[in-house]
DNA sequence: CAGGTCATCTTGACGTTGACAAAATAATCT
DNA sequence: AGATTATTTTGTCAACGTCAAGATGACCTG
């Protein structure tokens, strides 16, 4: 009708798919998880209430697909900061676990809807690769930082891996749930990277090559 | 009308309240968060559509009353583990810590929704009280830790109860969406008894009178 | 015990939501 | 060009949370 489309062009077999998923990212981050509605999110993208669904048959399929896309910028996050660190196994899981961090810290609303399993379709391929890949970033310098020490059971090693994701996952969540600012005087990023700091020391002082 | 009042009794000026907040318990349990609704919930409790209307003010206000119940049975049972082990002061926060996860993988759903402050009052008082009294349990015993040695500032005391915080909370949350399945091996509390000492004896190998 | 008052609960309504069906529109293919 | 198909709109439905108004029962005063 009589509707400019100035940027975004061409919607009728533009692609529409983005579009709404660009809008679920906004009304996600704006609004919060709660709120979301994909006849809002619909509204942003400038279509009809019903369009959606020929993109996606559920709200839950377009926010399984918002949090697929949540997960590959987790993994960029931690890819991100362990670039930035040393190649010292235990400086590269120190980025991994600020690198995760970070990331909730900037898209908390995303961060939050990416464990919310009743929202979302856990069934989902592409979601589950791209989670079981962010936690790759994770797992995969513990398992090196083990390798050093053959003494130590592989077992050990996994439960380190679990220990590290637990940590900085719970920090996350409690920092984004306001509950962790009895420490007014470390912001977010500083209060995460000690704490981490502090468990790897901890962690490696069990290990042959401490620090 | 014809209805019959068979156990509960008295509905009419009987306390309503708390039958809400019991069919709210069972429903959210049953249910999920996300799929709990008010009208519901007065339908489990007997009651027409409105009636919650004049003993809550919302459903947020609701959800505050039973998030605030779930928050003291979180207490209990930190204090039922921590009872139940030696008096050692690292025994004592092992207790703490599998007395949170015990409770997170007995109520799920009141576990998320504790933690939901977009669905929950934050600033209501008794749930913060609630919310205090349970961080508590946790941040006690650690300065219980801390005061053995005076070398150590209260810094990294404080940084430890963040750090014992966020293991546990973080672990609850993974293990309840199921993303530490992998080790199918140990079961949920056997796994977090094991996540939780390593992490202690890692911490208490800094402290003098280690383990 | 009568009558009034108030808290409690019910009924009905409104606007909004997610999902579905059917109609309308535009792109593509032959 | 004409038909087929993919895409989008319009309209409808039941269910939701909240509000307003009316009904119901308990309590209190005289």
Redesign the interface.
Known sequence: MARTRTADKAYHHGDLRSALLEAADGLLEDR????FTLRECARRAGVSHAAPAHHFKDVRSLLTAVAAGAFQRITASMRACKAAASPDPLAQLQGAGEGYIAFALREPQHFYLM?????VD?EDPELAAS?REA?LELERPVAALHRVDDAMADD?G???A??L??????????YL????S??ADLDAAA?AE??IQ??L???G??LPAGR
Chains 1, 2 share one sequence.
């Open positions: 919060g998880v709660e709120a464990f919310r399993c009743s929202v856990t989670g936690f050990e996994s439960i380190d679990v220990l994701w637990s940590l900085v996952h719970g920090f996350a969540h409690l749930d306001g509950r962790l009895q420490r209060l000690r704490v502090r468990t020391a901890a962690l002082a069990n």
